[in-house]
């Protein structure tokens, strides 16, 4: 059994704490709007993650699921609305403009979706 050490601070005493060693994970843009979101909305369950060192795994999951939706989302949409390679060799600029539209169309769904949820 490990003995715990305390160290005086003013008139109390504290426990001296270690976080264990996590692997460091590069996060993506949906995993650092997952973690700020967290962090300012839902402060306990950040801090439950992120004590029981869960946080990076449940980002890691988040970021994955995200990508997949919008991909799948884009592909779909984009069928739908016959954004295709014949318009994009037809008139690029109307291929363009369709696509980043259809694009900021998902990344908000995506949003609400999965990070906002």
Known sequence: ?????????GDYSLPNLIMPEQPEVSL???AQMRR?????HH?????????????????VETEQRALT??????QQMAAQEG??????AADMMSWVRKMNNLK???QEIVKAEVIFA
């Not at 402060?43 to 980002?59: Q, W």
């Not at 939706?69 to 884009?74: A, G, H, K, S, V």
């Not at 954004?83 to 994009?88: Q, R, Y």
């Open 1 to 9: 059994m490990n003995e715990i050490k305390y160290t005086m601070q």
């Open 28 to 30: 993506g843009r949906y």
């Open 36 to 40: 700020t979101f967290l962090k300012e």
């Open 43 to 59: 402060k306990v369950r950040y801090y439950n993650l992120l004590t029981s060192c869960k946080l990076n795994a449940h980002l």
């Open 69 to 74: 939706l919008e991909e799948t989302l884009i």
């Open 83 to 88: 954004i295709t390679e014949s318009l994009k």
């Open 104 to 106: 900021n169309r998902v």
